[in-house]
């Protein structure tokens, strides 16, 4: 591993680390379901994109491992008693 010359100064480090700071996400309202979502991204919540169903299939497994986890919970509901 190389080592540095010489040992940058304090005020250097300073100035170079004033630009690390993590900037805030910032996020737009969905039109549909007024869930906060990612300016210019599908939302996630309901699937759309400008007023457009575009992941529907993304829905569908949703729904279906809400399902899944309804039947194994009654599952082992059952085994319980
Ligand atoms: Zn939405």
Redesign the pocket.
């Known amino acids: 591993m190389s080592v540095p010359a010489k040992k940058r100064p304090v005020g250097e480090k300073r100035r170079r680390a004033a630009h690390f700071a993590l900037k805030k996400i910032k996020y737009a309202s969905?039109?549909?379901?007024?869930?906060p979502?990612l300016p210019h991204a599908v939302?996630?919540?309901?699937?759309?994109y400008q007023g457009r169903e575009v992941l529907k299939s993304h829905l569908d497994k949703k729904e279906l491992k809400k399902a899944q986890k309804q039947k194994a919970r009654a599952a082992e509901k059952q085994q319980g008693r």
Not at 43 to 48: E, I, N
């Open positions: 969905c039109p549909k379901c007024k869930k979502k939302c996630l919540f309901c699937g759309t």
